[in-house]
């Protein structure tokens, strides 16, 4: 018998350890390549793994709800004797050693971003190298490249990637490849209802009093996946970034205006926009004219990296905690395109299937509290960012106008920012571009 050994990899987030979520195969199984193994939590999403190998399942190197270290063995396979032609990995799970030039490959997602600050302040090792036995004979045709989420995404819509051409890096098959195959090529993403968690964990759910009075006295909830990755990040960011903080009320009346105009047109039925859209835009189009506002602090390097694109963190709420995926490239984007984005991101991050790729290399975040029925707040700054934006919600309010005081809408907006290199005086300006944004955005979103 010939074993091959599948580690677990590094999924592109600087990932220290996963959770067991759902194993999808079991001892004596015969699986294919690309076939999905297991669902993982990490500290950021749910991810699901695919098969390096072909071959049968010897052992399972855990069980559901362990916690599996970086590098340590997932599952065992036979790849010789009555299973199918057992080939080289997609991805082989054998990195090269320090100092011959190579990156890691992620399975299913390719290079990790070795550059990112925040990468490398959380890259932690399990182990320095991992060598694995394995018996390479001719391989059969490569099946075609995509991540999991996509993957399931294709199959759950009965879409064939062997047929697709990957508009991806090195020719990743992406979501929208999947919607062009499905809607036609000049298809936009569509909007997906939102998931309304019904086993939303029991320190966020709403309580029913006297079901919660006559239970046990205290509640003890695991410290791990999100919630684990939240506290560690707040901690650091709090202890080691001197925060300052700014904000500004705005008369947002126009914004609510356009927003209602725009919901009246056709060709924008079933788009979901919100006033959040509209804050996006305009701290978006803030960067564009004061680029210092979408820096970070490298203190590592003694140097201050100033971004060219907006890679905009939207802190999403959801059945696993509060997790901020990021739309990259979002000052390119137009009105119709950032709603998308918004949607879309959100969507993904609370139906768990947001991807680790998802989760990295922001550059700008804004927290949305409207919702909840909040008039502000002043955040704590995600690592590796230089400023976070608040919304609060937009609600009616007595405002001087021409010297009458008269009811329009009102929207606070708060910005915390890290003073090490963003002083008060560029966050105050950025704050009023911001303002003077939603106080009358239809000609900016026009020329934009």
Known sequence: ?????????????????????????????????????????????????????????????????DIILVDAPLITFDVTGGAPSPVAPATPPVEAPVGEGRQAVLIGYGVADEDAPV?????????AEVVATTTVVAPRAMAPRSTPPVRLYAKQHGVDLGGLHGSGRDGLITRSDVERALHGPDVTLPVISPSVGADR???????????WSSGPLEERIPVRGVLRSMAEAMTTSAFSVPRAAAWVRVDATRTVELLDSLRRQERLAGLRLSPLTIVAMALCDAARHYPGINSCFDADAAEVVVRRRVNLGIAANTDRGLVVPSIKGADTLDLVSMTSAINSLVDTARAGTATPADMIGTTLTITNVGPFG???AVPILPPGTGAIVCVGQVAKSPWVVDD????????????????????????????????????????????G
Not at 420 to 427: E, F, K, N, Q, Y
């Open 1 to 65: 018998m010939s074993e091959a050994v599948f580690h677990l990899p590094d999924v592109g987030e600087g990932l220290v350890e996963a959770e067991i979520v759902t194993w999808k195969v079991a001892v004596g199984d015969v699986v294919a390549l690309n076939q999905p193994l297991i669902d993982i939590e990490t500290a950021k999403a749910t991810v699901e793994l695919p098969s390096p190998y072909a071959g049968t399942v010897v052992a399972l190197h855990g069980e559901v709800g």
């Open 119 to 127: 990468t490398r302040q959380r890259r932690r090792r399990a182990s």
């Open 201 to 211: 964990p029991s320190h966020f759910a709403g309580r029913d009093i006297e079901a």
């Open 374 to 376: 909040v008039d502000g």
């Open 404 to 447: 009458q005081v008269v009811v329009r809408h009102v929207v606070e907006l708060s910005m915390a920012f890290d003073h090490r290199h963003i002083d008060g005086a560029l966050a105050s300006t950025v704050l009023r571009h911001m303002a003077d944004y939603l106080h009358d955005p239809a000609p900016r979103i026009i020329a």
